[in-house]
């Protein structure tokens, strides 16, 4: 079975930083673009950040662009969102997605598997 586990969230000061973490098993990992998205309670799923299997292409929501980004680490199976100069309208459940790739996408209907999500509080 697919299985997504984040980790690496908290409580944070505007203007800090904080490094999400996401351990993926389960799946081939050089066929599977990966994505964080973010949601609030009210609020439809965000993409944030989507990253291809080779990690040479990345895309970033325009609410995110210079201040996160995205990484992966395949000889550990693990993708990173680093989140710097954070914001309180950054304050959200931050979640790890995987989806056979066919093009990078932060659309979250197009994402086959989904982590249980970490809280990010600034």
């Known amino acids: 079975d ?52 080779d990690g040479g292409e990345t895309w970033y929501a325009d609410s995110v662009k210079g201040r996160f980004t995205i990484s992966q680490d395949n000889a550990k199976n693990t993708v990173h969102l680093r989140m710097n100069s954070l914001k309180p309208d950054d304050t959200a459940m931050y979640y790890c997605a995987a989806r056979a790739c066919g093009g990078l996408t932060l659309f979250a209907g197009l994402y086959d598997y989904w982590g249980q999500g970490t809280q990010v509080t600034v």
Do not use: H
């Open 2 to 53: 697919v299985q997504l586990v984040e980790s690496g969230g908290g409580s944070v000061q505007t203007g800090g930083s904080l490094t999400l973490s996401c351990d993926a098993s389960g799946y081939t990992y050089d066929t599977y673009c990966m994505g964080w998205f973010r949601q609030v309670p009210g609020k439809e799923r965000e993409g944030v950040a989507t990253i291809n299997p």
